[in-house]
C-alpha cells in the first residue's frame, strides 16, 4: 500500500482543473468551469467541475467524483495506479506502508504456500504424464473416464504416487520446509516421519481468480471403503473453503458471456462440462452456499442455476444455502438429473446439445421446487404442511427489498394456487416474517449497556433549545460532520476537539450509540489517522480509495443544521455562525448520543421493575430510576429537548 504520507502530499498539490483540464476542455463559467462530458456523447457542455469542492459532475449522465475517481473512470486506472500517475506527475516521491508483523507474517506464509502448491501442481502434473505409475493408473484411468488429454491439461490435473514419499521427498529435495509441508495438506507424519497425504490419488489443482493454485483435491482411483474418496486441502491462510468456487478462474468470462452461472457439486462435473463446451460452471463442493461464494457469483451474473441430481444429499445442502442467496438478490433457478445420473455422466449420455436443451426445459425457479419437494415430503400429514406454509412465507419474505416487490406478489400468488390456501392469508404470514426480522435487527443495535462508566460532559452555558428532537439519522451524521469539520480545532487548552469526541467518550460507547453502521466505518477511520498522527481532513475522505466513501461522506458534510435563534443572538451584534459555535453544536452531538443512552437505560430498568417481586431489589431499581431520570432531565436541558414521559 502508498503511505497516507504520501497520499496527503500527493493530495496537496492536486489541482483539478489543472488534472481534468488535460483531458476536457473547460471554460470558467462563475465559480465553476464546465466543458464537454468525457463520458458521455454530448454537443452542449453539461460537465462541471468545482475547484472550491474539488469534485466533478456531469448534469447529462450523472458522473461525479474527484481527481483520482476521474482518473479510474476515464483511464480504467486501480486507485494504486491513479495514485502513482499523480504522484508521477507531480514529482511525490511514493512511499509504501509497512505491514504490521503479524500481517507481515500471513503475507509471507501465504506466498510460500503459493510457491509450495504451484511446486507440487508441477510435480503431479509431470508425474502423471511423464512417470510409468502415472500413465498406466493416473492417465488412463482419467482416459477411461472419457477427459481428453487437453481439458487434462488445461486444468492441470495430475497425480500423486502410491509408494510412501514420492513427493514429500521431492520437495524436501528443493528445500521445501517440513512446517510448510504440513500446513499445505501436501505431506502428513507418521511414525515420525513424512510422507505424503494423497497417496495413489488424482490431484484437481483448485485455482483461485487470477489462475494461482490455493489447495489441491485429491480423489480415490479404487474404491475403497475405508479410504475417504476425496481428501481436501486442510484451511489455511490460503486455501479458505467458504471462499472458494471450484472452476471459477475458467469460467469467469463464459459467465459474464451468459450472464448465466451454473452450479454443480463436484470437480468432474464442471471439467466435463468444460470438455463438451459449457464453460460457465462452477463447484460448490457439495456444501451450502456461503455468503463470499455467492457474492463472487454475483460479480458476474445475477441468474443461478443449479444442477444437482434429485437425490443426492448435496441438493438439500444447496437448498439451505439459497435463501442467503434470495436475500442477495440472485434469481435462483434449479435443475434435477434424472435419477441415478450426475450431470457428468448424463452428459456423456446425450451429448452436450441435448443437455443443455435439457436444462433450458427443465429448470424451474427455485422457491416454487422447494415447495414441491416439501409437499411430497409431507404427503398427508397435516402438521408437516402447515409447517411447509410458514417455511415457505419465511422463504417469501426474504424478498424484501424495494425492487423485490412484484417478484414477491408473484410468489405470494402462485404459492398460495400450489397450497390451495387464501392469498391474503399468505400475504400477512409473509409479511409478519419481513416485520421479525425488522425488529430482530433492531434489537440487535439496542441492547443495554453498562452507563456507569460514561463520563457526563459538564453543560456548556449555553442555552441550546432546538425546538423538536431531530431524527436520531441526522443526530448521527451531525456527530460525524463535527469531528470531520471541527476535529482539529481545539476544545479547550489541551485537547482538540477529536481528542474529546474520541477519547473522552470512548470507542466502544459510541459505537452502541449509533445505528447507522456505516457511519461507525468513518469514525473508525478517522480514529486510525488520527492515532497515526495524520491531522484528518474532509479531503483525506474524498480521495479514499473506496469510492463508496466519497458519496456518503459529501452527504454527511451537506446534511443541513438548522442554527437555532438562540445560538443566533448569543453573540451580541453579530450572528453568529456555526464556526463561532462549534464548541456548543459539538457537545450538542455529544449529548443527543448520551442522551438516548439514557432513555433506553430507564425503559429497561422499568421493564426489569415490572418483572421484579423481590422487594430489596425494586428498591434499587427504583433508586437507578431515579438517577437514570435526573439524568435525562440534565442531559435534556442541555440538548433542549422536551420529553414527553
Ligand atoms: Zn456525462
Known sequence: MISQATIQQIQSRIDIIEIIGSFVKLKKRGVNYLGLCPFH?????????????????????????N?????????????????????????????????????????????????????????????LFEEGEGLEIGLSYLKERGFREDIIRKFQLGYNPASGNGFTSAAQKAQYQKEMLLLSGLSVERNQKLVDNYRGRIIFPVHNQSGKVLGFGARIIQSNDKAPKYINTPENELYVKSRILYGSYFARQAIDKADECLLVEGYTDVISLHQAGIENVVASGGTSLTPDQLRLIKKYTNNLTILYDGDSAGI???????????????????????????????????????????????????????????????????????????????????????????????????????????????????????????????????????????????TTGLDVIPELLPKDDLQERAFVRSLIEFGLKPWDEEKSVADFLLFEFDEKEISESFDNKVLLDIIALYRKWYDEGIQPTEKNFLYHEDKNLHSLILSVMETNVEISPNWKNFYEGHIATREDLYRAEVKGTLNYLILRKVKRLIELNQQDMENCTDPMDQLTLIQTHATLKTLEMQLTKEVGTVVYK
Open 67 to 127: 481527481t483520482i475517481g476521474f482518473l479510474m473512470d476515464l483511464e480504467k486506472y486501480s486507485y494504486v495506479e491513479a495514485l502513482k500517475w499523480l504522484a508521477a506527475k507531480y514529482d511525490v516521491p511514493v512511499e509504501e506502508t509497512e505491514l504490521s508483523p503479524e500481517k507481515k507474517a500471513k503475507q509471507q506464509e501465504a506466498d510460500s504456500l503459493y510457491i509450495l502448491n504451484n511446486f507440487a501442481q508441477n510435480f503431479f502434473s509431470q508425474f
Open 316 to 458: 438439500k445442502a444447496a437448498m439451505r444455502g439459497l435463501d442467503l442467496a434470495l436475500e442477495e438478490g440472485l434469481n435462483v433457478k434449479l435443475a434435477l438429473i434424472p435419477d441415478n445420473e450426475d450431470p457428468d455422466s448424463y452428459m456423456h449420455k446425450i451429448g452436450a446439445k441435448a443437455f443443455l436443451e435439457f436444462i433450458g426445459e427443465n429448470k424451474q425457479d427455485f422457491i416454487l421446487f422447494q415447495l414441491g419437494i416439501s409437499l411430497k415430503d409431507a404427503g398427508q400429514d397435516s402438521q408437516k404442511k402447515s409447517a411447509i406454509v410458514n417455511q415457505i412465507a419465511d422463504t417469501i419474505s426474504r424478498l424484501d427489498k424495494p425492487e423485490d416487490f412484484t417478484r414477491r406478489q408473484d410468489y405470494i400468488r402462485q404459492v398460495s394456487q400450489i397450497l390451495k390456501i387464501d392469498e391474503a392469508g399468505m400475504l400477512n404470514l409473509v409479511n409478519k416474517f419481513i416485520r421479525e426480522r425488522i425488529q430482530k435487527f433492531q434489537q440487535k443495535f439496542s441492547e443495554p449497556q453498562d452507563f456507569s462508566a460514561t463520563p457526563i460532559p459538564e
Open 41 to 65: 456523447n454530448e454537443k452542449t457542455p453539461s460537465f462541471t467541475v468545482s475547484p472550491v469542492k474539488e469534485i466533478y459532475k456531469c448534469f447529462g449522465c450523472g458522473k461525479s467524483g
